[in-house]
């Protein structure tokens, strides 16, 4: 009885399993037949008008309408995906992304790094100025000069090449020409298409574009190297080309007739399979630039110092009169450390560097900041917020006793908190204002977004440089934790010297 059960139970697993399979067999079956469109994750940075920007959350754009008309010529999906210039590259290399499209520039040095498609836009680099600037007529007149660029591109590299002039670089466009129009920079090197459409559609009032075009560039779609999609990309880019799509979408944005445009350029080659150049080259290449890696540590460390003196100052202010008997001052200190606690760091210093000069311009003056005095600034008031709250919590950590008993003798309110109370509090405040100081020292990298070259934006040129991510991202991080290391071990001693019970331990 029990052999036909288990005979009986392996008839019906069998036939179940070959169900299964003609099922599965079929689906596929049924799936090519139908033809299952393949989906690339195609990389996007919306904030450069007109080729690839956001209209209430939708993206648009001829780069979005160009790269949709491909892959439905090719028989592909699409899936869009926001991401800064200057990390494309890098995503390309990690094949995080199949393809990106962002009015990149194809250049030699690129092409060592990913592989492009044919060109499909014929462009160049512009200068752009404020309207009211009569020094700045070409590319020769911007000898000295404060010139903006986005980072990565080929317009930092041109600007490069202008004597004596400072540089500042900026995650994207729409920043760079903020910094122009608060008056902070000279003028703007960047593709010029993108800025005669801003000026076209005056959402860039106050600026003009002066000399003639400084470069004659191609646009392609960068890919992985050695990527299977690329003839895909490429067979969809030639039939919208030669099937006049191309040209209406070129009139839509443009309102004019394209230009001729060629298969390749003359250093675009085919793929070939190249070898990691090793371990060793790597290393190499770090130790050459660590030197710059080494300034931009210092520059934190500056930073963070001045930065956070400040705050203490201005924390231990707060935090006192946090605990004041008078309300107003009492709920003023809580408002300041909501705000600052409630809104992220990132937005505080946009607010400081950029907003504060656009304010005062629409008032009617003009008003501009150093770079390093709104890093300063903005890193201050945030981190005093925090400080303020450790001082409340350190100064009520004390108890109440000591306080009556100093007051007893004869001390004054003041000569109470100077002399018995906050010197203890002080004590127990440090672990945590280690803390702050350390996460300090790490919020110093997003002062990178006003163009200040601390650390993290060393390793950010550095790689824009060479397109070696992985390395030079992680010397940087080597690099913090070595600050880090060090700060935790001086604010330990500073700890243990203020602790009698320790010292007294430390002497037996």
Partial sequence: MVKLFVKRTLHLGLVFGLTCLLLFGVSSLNGSVRGVQKTLTVATEPTFAPFEFQVAGKLQGFDIELVNAIAAAAGFQVKYQNMPFSGMIPALQAKSIDAAVSAMTITEERSKTVSFSRPYFKSGLGIAVRGSNQDITNFESLKNKKIAVQIGTTGADKAKTVPGAAIRTFDDTPIALQELLNGNVDAVVHDQPGLLYGIKTGNLQGLKIVGQLLTEEYYGIPTPKNSPNLKLINQGLTKVLSNGTYAQIYKKWFNSTPPELPEKLSFQKEDTQSGDAGIFASINLILKYFPLLLQGALITLILTAISGVLGLIGGSLIGIVRLSQIIPLRWTARAYIDFFRGTPLLVQIFMIYFGIPALAQELGFTFTFDRFVAAVMALSLNSAAYIAEIVRAGIQSIESGQSEASQSLGLSSVQTMR?????????????????????????????????????????????????????FYGAVAVVYLCLTLLSSQVFSRIETSMNPVKQSKAKV
């Fill in 419 to 471: 002399y018995v109370i906050f010197p203890q509090a002080f004590r127990r405040m440090l672990p945590p204002l280690g803390n702050e100081f350390i996460a300090m020292l790490k919020d110093t990298s997003l002062v990178a977004v006003i163009g200040f070259e601390e650390l993290f934006r060393k390793g950010q040129l550095i790689v824009a440089e060479n397109y070696k991510a992985f390395e």
